[in-house]
């Protein structure tokens, strides 16, 4: 289906956060946007407050009329729902166009100039970074993010004039080949998912047939040290980027008083003085591939300074809470090995002389089985580590595989211990802690807000 043809938009699966954003831009668009979600929460409130019609029980008689015209209907749905899900077996017997997310945002792809960020780790923070940029200059930009963008308080940006549309690209369930990208960043390509892809080869596969998608004429942003090989169409070039070496780079970084500036060094224009928002270590390098994307497609010197000054970060992506002399809380989405290490690390960089706590909640029990040494190492840059029981999400329990795996492989001398997520407020009431975090994808993050309360009363 062409985007001329949709008048109507349904979405099984209404609530989730790359869904809000698709359904956003169709809301935006003037379509009936409606949908089904199995329980309400803050975000589909918000989007029945602009205009969206959503309904919580499974059930036929709810689709309303417009979105029963097989001809101009997009349904569009979340691989999370059930195959015999009423509303889906209907649209699917009744001949109606039925995507998933990621084949939608293919299609808005070739609509428009689609910026994609692609990358086991780093692709959210650096595609809201490179959204905010170009949404703040004279280029302007349409973005479908991750997260919720703190500058916005959404996770949609809308453009009435732009051409380019930012996009995340996912490498799960293989959803980023079905983009066609005008330019892509990829920030990292750490093995991942392998209760999809089965191996790192098949992993490190996935994302060189991805770079075959890029269109002739774009460019292709990719970390100077990743394992795979790109394998770009001819008429698409190819930059490389990292912290320090690359054709983007960063040079005389300062690192003073919570404080970073350094100078963005670029084949096209080096920019100095660039003042980061969020000052954090790794944003150094986030934002040299943000910034990469945004210089390529036109923004300007003193557009970048301002856009990564006025950068405030993504939601549950180093998030500060709390941040006084005597109290750190922050919540961090990492839940992959190596961004455990480079949040540590950050931490670690920030906080030299205090002590620093992490509250873990390993995400899935097929990545926690492959990787618990090297959560492991990365958590053993702390001073503490308490691990609470594994978040599911899709998958069943694996006979042997706990949070314990990661406990019993910390190194000598990190102070351990395990709890239940509904015992943590009543531990966090009952010690005072210097620098906190929270780390995982899974729910342990909704505590936050009475994490923060309680710390907060501290100070008092």
């Not at 650096?126 to 479908?144: E, G, K, L, P, R």
């Not at 090995?337 to 205090?354: A, G, H, M, V, W």
Request: proline share 4%; aromatic share 10%; hydrophobic share 35%.
């Amino acid at each position: 289906m062409e985007l001329k043809d949709i008048k109507a938009v349904y979405f099984v699966g209404a609530g989730g956060i790359g869904m809000s954003a698709i359904a956003r831009y169709f809301i935006h668009k003037g379509m009936v946007v409606a949908g089904y979600d199995k329980t309400p929460s803050d975000l589909t409130r918000q989007l029945e407050k602009e205009g969206m019609l959503i309904h919580y029980e499974e059930n036929v008689d709810e689709i309303p009329h417009a979105c029963r015209n097989v001809n101009s209907c997009l349904v569009i749905y979340t691989p999370a729902i059930p195959k015999d899900h009423k509303e889906l077996v209907y649209f699917n017997e009744g001949g109606f166009t039925v995507e998933k997310r990621a084949q939608v945002l293919g299609t808005l792809t070739r609509a428009h100039k689609g910026l994609c960020f692609a990358g086991t780790h780093g692709k959210t923070t650096t595609s809201t970074m490179c959204a905010h940029i170009m949404h703040q200059s004279h280029v302007d930009c349409n973005a479908f993010l991750g997260g919720i963008a703190k500058n916005y308080g959404t996770n949609y940006i809308l453009s009435d004039h732009s051409d380019y549309v930012v996009i995340e690209a996912d490498e799960f369930d293989r959803s980023f080949h079905w983009l066609r990208p005008w330019m892509s960043v990829i920030t990292a390509t750490d093995p991942d998912h392998l209760d999809i892809y089965g191996t790192k080869e098949a992993y490190l596969e996935s994302f060189r047939h991805y770079t075959t998608l890029i269109q002739p004429g774009g460019a292709l942003i990719i970390h100077k040290n990743l394992e795979m090989k790109a394998d770009v169409q001819e008429g698409v070039k190819v930059y490389d980027y990292s912290h320090d070496e690359g054709d983007f780079h960063a040079e005389n970084i300062v690192i003073d008083n919570g404080n970073i500036t350094f100078d963005f060094i670029s084949p096209i224009e080096t920019v100095k003085g660039i003042e980061l928002g969020q000052p954090v270590p790794i944003n150094i390098e986030n934002s040299v591939a943000a910034m990469a994307m945004a210089q390529l497609n036109g923004c300007n010197a003193e557009e970048l300074r301002y856009g990564m000054k006025t950068f405030q970060g993504a939601v549950r992506r180093f998030d500060y809470k709390v941040r006084t002399p005597h109290h750190v809380f922050l919540s961090d989405y990492a839940h992959h090995p190596n961004e455990i290490f480079q949040s540590t690390k950050s931490l670690r960089e920030l906080y030299k002389d205090r002590k620093i706590t992490a509250i873990f909640q390993p995400h899935l029990y097929t990545r926690t089985r492959d990787f618990y040494k090297e959560f492991a190492d990365a958590l053993s840059q702390l001073d503490e580590v308490i691990l609470c029981d594994i978040y599911p999400a899709r998958e069943l329990p694996i006979e042997g595989v706990t949070s314990k795996l990661i406990y019993d492989n910390l190194k000598p001398g990190v102070e351990k211990s395990m709890v239940h997520k509904e015992d943590v407020l009543e531990l966090v009431k009952n010690r005072d802690f210097d620098v906190l975090v929270v780390l995982g994808a899974g729910d342990l993050d909704n505590l936050c807000p009475q994490i923060t309360k309680i710390i907060e009363s501290k100070e008092q």
